[in-house]
């Protein structure tokens, strides 16, 4: 009798150690948040919240400074490589061969010739003519008038052929990464990608990184390609990175089944998590507060009245959505699980409660039959 009470003493005192956990209940996690220095902030998720978090989109490329470049992309730098054609009327020019004939216009090539270190293109019976900073039609009036009084009415046609100065850097998850030399037609940040081939992995699964001297912007390929402002203009050096940056979030708590799971669409609700994981577990759920842990972004947590200090990966948000209310079920629907999410259930305190009883009960039945086996030794 003596070990049978002592057993049944032992399991009621390590009752609540001994009842399953996959984390705090719901009031102790909106009891912390209200303390004094909370570490996190307590947001109850309903329409409005949801409207001021989708009004504060996240930041694009319109943060550079400037965000669509209005500089010049066709200018020549030291090292560009240029083709030079030189026309003269008529025979008897600098350029003339004897088998041409007379009254045509004799053309002469030079394909390929360095800029050099200094700025000059080096021109046949012409000298150095300085074309750094030029455009390829002013290069090419600079070089009509250096061979003015030496050629017979030369007309000049100058193309880049490679320019390191009005190029950017593209690398990262494309099919050609590389130097692109930025033209007229061809300097928008979906010129230069499709330019290079396009993009290796899903667009919600890539991020693509501008780099603009010390600034740099991120976005990911999807939102760009939503956002037609965001296709901005490149600015020569510019680096463009594409970075392979799959989203997961992940399900604890009082759910069919818990895991780290892809956002393998473009987009996914609060709903389309909790189905994922099987729903709700009806025997163990506290529906009243399903959370959802996030950083949030500045900008958003001001737009919410939240004054918690920002942490290197944002402000600790906490959102408490009550699915026994039928309204909590369209917000669900509507609210946007983003990448590190952390969708988080409790167990329901009658459920706590069941379990303690349950473990009372095993304990009776315990002391019971230790005391029929005492008497009838």
Same mark, same amino acid.
């Given at each position: 009798?003596?070990?049978?009470?002592?057993?049944?003493?032992?399991?009621?005192?390590?009752?609540?150690?001994?009842?399953?956990?996959?984390?705090?209940?719901?009031?102790?996690?909106?009891?912390?948040?209200?303390?004094?220095?909370?570490?996190? +902030?307590? #947001? %109850? *998720?309903?329409?409005?919240? $949801?409207? &001021?978090?989708?009004?504060?989109?996240? @930041?694009?490329?319109? !943060? =550079?400074?400037?965000?669509?470049?209005? +500089?010049? #992309? %066709? *200018?020549?730098?030291?090292? $560009?490589? &240029?083709?030079?054609?030189?026309?003269? @009327?008529?025979?008897? !020019? =600098?350029?003339?061969?004897?088998?041409?004939?007379?009254?045509?216009?004799?053309?002469?090539?030079?394909?390929?010739?360095?800029?050099?270190?200094?700025?000059?293109?080096?021109?046949?019976?012409?000298?150095?003519?300085?074309?750094?900073?030029?455009?390829?039609?002013?290069?090419?009036?600079?070089?009509?008038?250096?061979?003015?009084?030496?050629?017979?009415?030369?007309?000049?046609?100058?193309?880049?052929?490679?320019?390191?100065?009005?190029?950017?850097?593209?690398?990262?998850?494309?099919?050609?990464?590389?130097?692109?030399?930025?033209?007229?037609?061809?300097?928008?940040?979906?010129?230069?990608?499709?330019?290079?081939?396009?993009?290796?992995?899903?667009?919600?699964?890539?991020?693509?990184?501008?780099?603009?001297?010390?600034?740099?912007?991120?976005?990911?390929?999807?939102?760009?390609?939503?956002?037609?402002?965001?296709?901005?203009?490149?600015?020569?050096?510019?680096?463009?990175?594409?970075?392979?940056?799959?989203?997961?979030?992940?399900?604890?708590?009082?759910?069919?089944?818990?895991?780290?799971?892809?956002?393998?669409?473009?987009?996914?609700?609060?709903?389309?998590?909790?189905?994922?994981?099987?729903?709700?577990?009806?025997?163990?759920?506290?529906?009243?507060?399903?959370?959802?842990?996030?950083?949030?972004?500045?900008?958003?947590?001001?737009?919410?009245?939240?004054?918690?200090?920002?942490?290197?990966?944002?402000?600790?948000?906490?959102?408490?959505?009550?699915?026994?209310?039928?309204?909590?079920?369209?917000?669900?629907?509507?609210?946007?699980?983003?990448?590190?999410?952390?969708?988080?259930?409790?167990?329901?305190?009658?459920?706590?409660?069941?379990?303690?009883?349950?473990?009372?009960?095993?304990?009776?039945?315990?002391?019971?039959?230790?005391?029929?086996?005492?008497?009838?030794?």
């Amino acid at each position: 009798m003596r070990c049978a009470i002592f057993l049944t003493t032992a399991l009621a005192v390590g009752a609540c150690s001994a009842f399953p956990h996959d984390g705090p209940s719901g009031p102790s996690v909106e009891e912390a948040a209200s303390k004094a220095a909370p570490k996190f +902030a307590f #947001v %109850d *998720l309903n329409y409005r919240v $949801d409207e &001021l978090i989708a009004a504060q989109p996240p @930041a694009s490329f319109t !943060g =550079l400074a400037p965000a669509s470049s209005d +500089a010049p #992309v %066709d *200018l020549i730098a030291p090292g $560009d490589v &240029l083709a030079v054609s030189v026309f003269e @009327a008529g025979v008897g !020019g =600098l350029f003339a061969r004897p088998a041409e004939v007379a009254g045509g216009a004799t053309p002469e090539s030079f394909p390929h010739m360095v800029v050099d270190s200094r700025g000059m293109l080096s021109i046949p019976f012409a000298g150095d003519v300085l074309v750094a900073g030029l455009t390829p039609r002013a290069a090419s009036d600079a070089i009509r008038a250096a061979l003015h009084g030496r050629a017979v009415d030369p007309q000049v046609a100058v193309t880049r052929v490679e320019s390191a100065g009005g190029s950017v850097t593209l690398m990262g998850e494309v099919r050609n990464s590389g130097r692109i030399m930025l033209a007229p037609n061809n300097d928008r940040l979906l010129d230069v990608i499709a330019t290079a081939g396009g993009i290796t992995k899903p667009p919600w699964n890539i991020e693509v990184a501008v780099v603009r001297g010390t600034m740099t912007a991120h976005e990911s390929f999807a939102d760009l390609l939503r956002n037609p402002a965001d296709n901005i203009r490149l600015a020569p050096h510019d680096q463009v990175r594409l970075l392979y940056a799959p989203r997961r979030y992940a399900t604890f708590g009082a759910l069919a089944h818990n895991a780290q799971a892809p956002i393998e669409d473009e987009d996914i609700t609060l709903a389309g998590a909790i189905s994922r994981a099987g729903g709700l577990d009806p025997n163990a759920a506290d529906g009243a507060y399903v959370l959802v842990f996030r950083f949030e972004r500045p900008a958003v947590a001001a737009a919410l009245g939240v004054a918690q200090p920002p942490s290197p990966r944002g402000v600790p948000i906490i959102y408490r959505l009550n699915l026994r209310d039928p309204q909590g079920f369209f917000v669900a629907n509507n609210f946007g699980i983003r990448p590190d999410d952390l969708v988080y259930v409790p167990q329901a305190r009658i459920s706590q409660a069941r379990q303690f009883i349950d473990l009372v009960t095993q304990a009776s039945a315990i002391a019971y039959n230790v005391r029929v086996t005492s008497v009838l030794q």
